[in-house]
């Protein structure tokens, strides 16, 4: 919720998106800050779009003093900031140096295998424990689950 003491708002693209419905002037905003912006989406491009009509409509009016700039910042890690630049007709562009790190991908089972994580099938909670089972009336005769080899019936 916002209110007169707000002085920070975290929202989503789609509720800065109604918030500009509302309000295309976004009266009482100093700044708003885009991160992901190479995360390209309908509602992430068409806010671009939106913004920049508003920072024209606004450059128009001419006069700060009854419609106050708002200072816009988009932010990406990987995007080409050349042109967002250009699309925002030459807007200054900061860069800052940085290097990017290694990522890993790892999956489900390359996680188990790494930790030699097992799971106990006798356990209650397990869904297709044997304890499990009998307690919902749809146990086998016998325990018929896979064990690592250490540990004992």
């Known amino acids: 919720k916002v209110c007169d003491d707000t002085r920070l708002l975290f929202c989503t693209t789609g509720v800065l998106l109604r918030r500009l419905e509302k309000d295309p002037t976004l009266q009482g905003i100093t700044h708003v800050l885009v991160d992901e912006v190479h995360e390209r989406t309908v509602e992430g491009d068409f806010l671009l779009m939106a913004l920049k009509e ?14 106050p ?8 890690a990987t995007m080409d900031g050349d042109v967002l630049a250009k699309y ?5 562009r900061v860069s800052f140096p940085g290097r990017a790190f290694p990522v ?6 390359d996680a188990i295998a790494t930790t030699k994580h097992w799971v106990d099938r ?3 909670w397990c869904h297709g424990s044997h ?3 009998r307690k919902s009336g749809k146990a ?9 080899p250490s540990e004992p019936e």
Do not use: Y
Request: aromatic content about 2%.
């Open 104 to 109: 890993a991908t790892l999956h489900l089972e």
């Open 69 to 76: 700039m708002v200072k816009v910042g988009l932010m990406s």
């Open 131 to 133: 304890a499990n089972q």
């Open 122 to 124: 006798q356990a209650e």
């Open 54 to 67: 508003m920072l024209a409509r606004k450059e128009e009016a001419g006069d700060t003093n009854k419609i």
């Open 140 to 148: 086998a005769a016998k325990d018929e689950s896979k064990r690592p």
């Open 88 to 92: 925002f007709d030459g807007a200054p």
